[in-house]
């Protein structure tokens, strides 16, 4: 399968970028809906963006240059309460998050979605949630424009990508990637493989760790067989890949709807069940490792080998099933570059996307629709 998206170039100058500059009249006609209180939190230069301690732990940087003209001020999203898409509201006024010494500023090229984004929207993880107000968006892809003082492998004009929260549920940033620019440690970036622009490298980092720590963890090696339910979404559809691709798996099977059985076999596996049709836990197949993303993991304990393993991503747990949250981590993206970079393993962007940065809104609506196929991109931005 080739990918789904040709090869573009983010065109930035030092001196000479200037958001504002920047085609932005598909976003000309957007009201400012955000109230005048929140959108004076969000812009005061002397108040920006509450960070939390917890995602940030290290100490603002006073040295962070940059040969690049970075304004103080962007357009993102924004919610200033937990709810349904209607709290989004877009903001040309936002304040540029600070650099800490261990991170980089980011100008964002493209972004994309995960089911998490829209979870902690409804407010389901309150509990560990950073403050409200919240730039949603974990992953990224785009320009290194700023570096604080303790970064030592990347540089300004880089061409990066990554999951910008290195534990998903714990403090995730304030400042999120549905912005024009956003702050990122640099242990949780990686340079963009060379043959994808940046709607297809966005659309990798939090599916592409998800998928490979759940192999990881499973203990998934060279010869086993594999199941995975919801083969066609975000994960599912990198993990069909990388347990064929990149650990050897002897015989991958998948789960999908009629309309997406060709998807999975085109990703590598060798038997693609209808869900609509077949229940997966009848036929006579036993595997050495269950990986499900769908929540059926009460099924999935049924046709597990036995000393198998069962991943579980969502949904009830039930022994030998285990749970875990992906850890964002650029060295896993660094490993797994050479893959992407040979063909091995193929980016999937949904094709109703990219979703230009006017349209975060509908681009929530359609995750939530749980139908997504591959990953659903925000391209360009702005
Ligand atoms: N624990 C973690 O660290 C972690 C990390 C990442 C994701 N997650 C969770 O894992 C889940 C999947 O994430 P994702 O990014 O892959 O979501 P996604 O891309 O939105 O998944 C959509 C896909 O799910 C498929 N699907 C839905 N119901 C199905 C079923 N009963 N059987 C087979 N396929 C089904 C759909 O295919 P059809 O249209 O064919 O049904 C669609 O292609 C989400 O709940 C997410 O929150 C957890």
Redesign the pocket.
Known sequence: MEPILSSTTLQLRPHHLHPHSLSSSSLSTLKLTTPRSLRQKLSSPVSPLRVSANSQAAPASTEAKSTYSVPSQMKAWVYGEYGSVDVLKFDSSVSVPPVKDDQVLVKVAAAAL???DF?RRLGKFKATDSPLPTVPGYDVAGVVVKVGSQVKSLKEGDEVYGNINEK?LEGPKQFGSFAEYTAVEEKLLALKPKNLDFAQAAGLP??IQ?AYEGLERSGFSDGKSILV??G?????SLVIQLAKHVFGASRVAA???TG?LEVLKSLGADLAID?TKENFEDLPDKYDVIYD??G?GDKAVKVVKEGGSVVV??GAVIPPGF????TANGAVLEKLNPFLESSKVKPVVDSKGPFPFAKVVEAFSY?ET????GKVVIHPIP
């Open positions: 995960n089911p998490v979870k998903a939090l599916a998800t339910l919801g066609a979404g975000g994960v599912g789960t999908s709807s997406k869900y993303t769908v059926q991503l969502t749970r875990f949250v992906v995750i749980n139908r997504a196929t």
